[in-house]
C-alpha cells in the first residue's frame, strides 16, 4: 500500500458528454446514413454491405477472438402499388412521423435520397424529439422485468 499512499485520491463521477435526446438524435442519423448509402448503392446497381467486427468462442480451444463479418442493414421503404413507402426506425420500432401516420409516400426511388436528407436535417434540428424519446421509452420498457 505504500505505492499508493504517494497518489491525491478524490471521488469523481463522470460528466455525461451528451444529453440522452442529443444521444437519441446522433444514433438516429448514424442509421439514416446507412439508410442513404444503401439508397445509394441500389440506384448504382452496386452492393452495400458494411462490415462490423463479432466476438466468436474457439469451439476447439475456447479462446476468443474478433471476427469482421458483413452486417446486415434492412431498408426502410417498401414499394406499393407503384409508389414508395418510406418509414423511419428507432431500434426495432417504427416512429409515428405525424399524428397516426407512420410512412412518408415518394412518387419514385429518385425521391428516396432527397427525402431521407430531409429527414436527416429534421432530426439534427431537433423536430422529432418527442416522437423518438416516445419510441425510446416503449422499447426501454420491454427490457424491464
Known amino acids: 500500500m505504500s505505492a499508493l499512499s504517494g497518489l491525491k485520491m478524490v471521488i469523481a463521477k463522470r460528466v455525461a458528454v451528451q444529453s440522452p435526446a442529443m444521444h437519441r ?5 448514424s442509421k439514416l446514413n446507412e439508410q ?6 441500389q440506384s448504382e446497381g452496386r452492393l452495400y454491405a ?3 467486427f463479432k466476438s466468436v468462442t474457439d469451439a476447439a480451444s475456447g479462446e476468443r477472438r474478433s ?4 452486417k446486415r442493414v434492412k431498408q426502410w421503404w417498401w ?5 414508395i413507402n418510406l418509414s423511419v426506425r428507432y431500434g426495432a420500432k417504427v416512429i409515428e412521423l405525424a399524428k397516426g401516420k407512420n410512412a412518408i409516400e415518394l412518387a419514385s426511388a429518385a425521391d428516396l435520397l432527397p427525402t431521407l436528407q ?4 429534421a432530426v439534427e434540428a431537433g423536430e422529432l ?8 421509452n416503449k422499447l426501454r420498457s420491454g427490457f424491464g422485468k
Open 25 to 29: 438524435r446522433t444514433k438516429l442519423c
Open 36 to 41: 442513404m448509402e444503401l439508397a445509394k448503392a
Open 50 to 52: 458494411p462490415t462490423k
Open 67 to 70: 471476427v469482421q463479418t458483413v
Open 79 to 83: 414499394d406499393a402499388n407503384g409508389k
Open 118 to 121: 430531409l429527414i436527416q436535417s
Open 129 to 136: 424529439d418527442a416522437q423518438i424519446e416516445a419510441v425510446s
